[in-house]
């Protein structure tokens, strides 16, 4: 029983870094992303996440020394924690907006 669910657990890891992928290309297709702040957010973020999840998943595969695996995960985590920091930096200033424009529409 517990080798099912860690092969189900396996199997959702895969199809969750497919999702990654295949939200970017079609983002990147179908969307005019680099015309808002907010796009451009959004495709670094999943575009973040899709490396880490594809190195995730590949690192099995790849046999590599420590300290190069050490370094790759670094620059990955480091990577995905100025793309949260970018968020909720975002969010704020979104906020903030929101708020000025609602106290302004009260004023008038």
């Known amino acids: 029983m517990v080798e099912i669910i860690h092969r189900m657990g396996t199997y959702g890891f895969y199809l969750t870094t497919v999702g990654f992928f295949v939200f970017c ?10 015309a808002t702040e907010m796009g451009r957010h959004v495709m670094t ?9 594809t190195y995730s998943t590949l690192y099995p595969l790849i046999h590599m020394p420590r300290a190069v695996s050490d370094v790759i995960r670094f620059f990955l985590l480091w990577a995905l924690a100025a793309v949260v920091w970018r968020h909720i930096q975002l ?11 609602r106290d302004r529409e009260r004023e008038e």
């Open 91 to 101: 969010l704020l200033k979104a906020q903030k907006e929101s708020r000025q424009r």
């Open 25 to 34: 290309v079609l983002f990147y297709i179908l969307a005019d992303w680099r």
């Open 45 to 53: 973020f999943m575009t973040v996440c899709t490396v880490i999840m």
